[in-house]
């Protein structure tokens, strides 16, 4: 398996009304420098309905302004509909919405 469909495997694994950072994705998979990586991966999507990607946020919890397909407001409306609620600057809260996974 390739690194990328490394990284498509945790997101999949992010539960619905939850998000993670591509950092904290990064950390998972035993390359914690690779956060950048990540998002190559995640640009790269083939199957973005399977790979939820939208559930994925930079370190603060904002939106990626270039989301790959259609922008912030298209990701702020996915997570919306899963329960995940931005603010107007397009930050989630992370205290609130962050998936434990690979945070102990």
Known sequence: MSFYDDVYQ????????????????????GSPRASRAVGYAL?????????????VVNRF??????F???????QA??????GVFCD???IVDLKKYQWQE???
């Open 10 to 29: 945790v997101v999949k694994a992010i539960p619905c009304g939850k998000v993670a950072t591509y950092g904290q994705i990064a950390r998972i998979l």
């Open 43 to 55: 640009h790269d999507n083939p199957t973005p309905i399977v790979i939820p990607c939208h559930r």
């Open 61 to 66: 919890g904002a939106l990626a302004p270039a």
């Open 68 to 74: 790959a397909f259609g922008g912030r407001d298209v």
């Open 77 to 82: 409306e996915l997570l919306a509909k899963e």
């Open 88 to 90: 107007k600057n397009y």
């Open 102 to 104: 690979g945070l102990e």
